[in-house]
């Protein structure tokens, strides 16, 4: 219990990096997604191909190879990145495990309001349009909101995924939970104690997560539970 109360302002520090990355990444992410994947529906290849190979390569390949990629693999660029600017970002741990992270759940992402948008029936889609709603206005207003309330469990999932993916991070030297514990681990050799702590930590996080977008779901069917009323 001493080293975990002598530890506890590093780990809260650490619990705040975490939300910090996981909670960016989430949101570049689903700004991301939203658009992709009403071009990965599109009818044209030059649209929709572009968008599959992305999706294609972030789900099947390794979250933990995709952050080796960008952060180690970027020192092999350092011109060429310095020449446009970018190297000041890539040396930075912080930087690339956010990036590594926002191209995985956007990927993930993608593919799930895909299904949603393609799950939408006809008939509502028929019904806006006899209203005049078209293009930009009919995903706006009728298939985009019906789309993301078909989907937010699955989406939540994902987020979920992705906030315990998080820790892989700690492999480049980004002092997340999973880092800070392993460093206090390592140098008190209370392993048990101190990755049983990290545990809780974010078992904590996890459905504080959850009960947030659990409202948020809530939110997106207040006209279902009207209607059951």
């Known amino acids: 219990m001493e080293i975990l109360i002598e530890s506890l302002p590093r780990f809260i520090g650490a619990t705040w990096l975490t939300l910090q990355i996981t909670a960016l990444s989430v949101f570049i992410g689903f700004?991301?997604?939203l658009p992709l994947s009403v071009l990965r529906v599109s009818r044209s290849p030059?649209?929709?191909?572009?968008?599959?190979?992305f999706t294609f390569y972030f789900r099947g390949t390794p979250l933990l190879v995709?952050?080796?990629l960008i952060y180690y693999g970027s020192g092999?660029?350092?011109a060429q990145l310095e020449a446009v600017g970018l190297w000041y970002f890539f040396q930075n741990?912080?930087?690339?495990?956010?990036?590594?992270l926002t191209l995985n759940t956007a990927a993930y992402s993608t593919e799930?309001?895909?299904g949603g948008i393609q799950g939408v029936p006809f008939g509502e889609i028929e019904a806006a349009r006899a209203c005049g709603m078209s293009g930009a206005l009919l995903y706006r207003r009728i298939i985009l909101p019906r789309a993301l309330r078909v989907v937010w469990p699955?989406?939540?999932?994902?987020?979920?995924?992705?906030l315990q993916a998080s820790s892989l991070v700690s492999i480049i030297t980004v002092m997340d939970i999973t880092g800070v514990?392993?460093?206090?681990?390592?140098?008190?050799?209370?392993?048990?104690?101190?990755?049983?702590?990290a545990a809780a930590l974010y078992i904590v996080i996890v459905y504080g997560v959850l009960w947030v977008f659990r409202r948020i779901e809530s939110r997106l069917n207040t006209h279902l539970q009207a209607e059951a009323l």
């Open 46 to 53: 030059l649209l929709s191909w572009p968008v599959y190979a």
């Open 112 to 114: 799930i309001f895909r």
């Open 76 to 78: 092999q660029f350092v």
């Open 66 to 68: 995709q952050i080796f």
């Open 31 to 33: 700004c991301m997604a």
């Open 181 to 197: 514990a392993g460093e206090i681990a390592t140098r008190s050799f209370a392993f048990y104690e101190v990755y049983l702590f």
């Open 154 to 162: 699955a989406y939540t999932n994902e987020v979920i995924f992705l």
């Open 93 to 100: 741990p912080w930087f690339c495990a956010v990036l590594a």
